[in-house]
């Protein structure tokens, strides 16, 4: 619809110009209150077509076949008034057919053939006659020679344009086609491995379960108690399989197999605040230098995946730079941005054109690069970005940028 407004106001402009040349300079006389209403109808056709495209609704095959009606209808009362099929401009019907056949459906296009064959009939028999002036009598050959010529030019230069722009387009829409059938497979296989942690969740259950009773047996055993380097082992055995514990009922509870007491509401600043400060108990001594400067803090919904994420994130960190990791978080506009920076070697070339692909990684282990990619996967189901870059004096830095309508929904603000 828009290249067909663009093109009507190269339509608009093109006759006014052949309008204004063949009246006063060439002094042919020509109905000029009717012309301009014709003229008049099209600009208003276009501004109502705008309004139409500023709302963003959804233009349909019919919609577009009534436009290029009305563009033909236009065209017919300008080439009636101005000599009918005599008129050198009588072959612009079939620019009005090849838009047709680029832009509506088959049986349009068809009705088009039909109904410009039909007009270009009607005008060899109906028409104003032009009142030719004495002085042009023996140029009318020339002047409908110079009128095909410039008709040609015209018609040659809004089909390159108008076929260059649909080929733009076209290409566009393949490379968004291929981005969503790529993103389907990422999700698909996202959706897999949901099902086999989901399922690997529930087995670790019992044995995790077990072993806890064991080691609550152990504690009450005089022999071993009695020993405070097997009594610290065994407390932390237990501390280490609490820790499981929680990881397995986390990821019940993300696949919707358990519920815990429902929804918490709490604020950005302090849900990044017990994240962090979550992660730093249970990778000490890990070395965090975090601050928070989200001014206003903002109400939203505590979300278990995006604390995942947010964990992925500082372990990949940790594993790059187990001296120092850096966490800034911080608002821009209605958009959260926590940026985690490390100081160890940085990406490789080829890992920042991938950000995101699965089984990407420079860690070379089997399942290796898999952090990454849910990590990206998470914060674009809930509206946001990744972005990852080296600094320039080394380390690394990956910027999760999150929109404030996804986290107070809990969702994706697109859904």
């Known amino acids: 619809m828009l290249l067909l407004v663009q093109l009507r106001w190269l339509a608009v402009i093109g006759q006014i110009l052949t309008i204004v040349y063949v009246h006063f300079v060439l002094a042919i006389a020509l109905p000029l209150a009717e012309m301009a209403a014709v003229l008049g109808f099209l600009v208003l056709l276009n501004i109502v077509s705008l309004l139409r495209q500023m709302r963003r609704q959804a233009i349909s095959n019919s919609e577009l076949f009534l436009e290029l009606m009305l563009d033909v209808s236009a065209l017919t009362l300008q080439l009636y008034l101005s000599g009918g099929a005599s008129n050198p401009f009588v072959s612009l019907y079939l620019l009005q057919v090849i838009l047709g056949a680029v832009l509506v459906d088959a049986w349009s296009a068809w009705m088009l053939v039909l109904v410009t064959s039909g007009c270009f009939l009607f005008l060899t028999f109906s028409f104003r006659a032009l009142d030719m ?18 008709c040609y030019v015209l018609a040659a230069t809004l089909l390159v344009f108008f076929v260059t722009r649909i080929q733009h387009n076209l290409k566009a829409r393949d490379a968004r086609l291929a981005e969503l059938r790529q993103r389907s497979v990422e999700e698909d296989h996202i959706v897999r491995m949901g099902l086999l942690a989901s399922g690997a969740a529930h087995e670790l259950g019992t044995p995790l379960s077990t072993l806890s009773v064991i080691l609550s047996d152990w504690q009450r055993m005089p022999q071993l108690g009695a020993d405070p380097e097997i009594a610290g082992e065994i407390a932390e055995m237990q501390s280490q399989l609490d820790r499981c514990k929680a990881i397995v009922s986390g990821i019940l509870i993300s696949s919707g197999d358990a519920r815990g007491e429902g929804t918490i509401r709490t604020t950005a600043t302090r849900f990044l605040d017990d994240t962090v400060s979550e992660w730093r108990e249970t990778r000490s001594p890990a070395v965090i230098d975090y601050s928070s400067l989200i001014e206003p803090d903002a109400a939203i919904i505590s979300d278990t995946a ?29 958009t959260i941005v926590i940026a985690v920076s490390d100081a160890g070697p940085g990406f490789e070339p080829a890992m920042l054109e991938t950000l995101g692909k699965p089984y990407r990684s420079s860690k070379g282990r089997p399942g290796g690069g ?46």
Do not use: Y
């Open 370 to 415: 898999l952090g990454l990619f849910l990590v990206v996967n998470v914060i674009r189901k809930l509206g946001g970005t990744v972005s990852a870059e080296n600094g320039a004096d080394g380390g690394a830095c990956v910027t999760l940028a999150l929109p404030l309508a996804s986290l107070a929904t809990g969702g994706d603000p697109g859904h």
């Open 133 to 150: 002036p004495q002085a042009h009598s023996g140029e009318l050959l020339g002047l409908h020679i110079q009128g095909m010529f410039i």
């Open 306 to 334: 995006l604390k995942q994420v947010i964990f992925n994130i500082l372990d990949n960190a940790l594993e790059a730079s187990p001296g120092w990791i850096g966490v800034v978080a911080g608002r821009q506009a209605d």
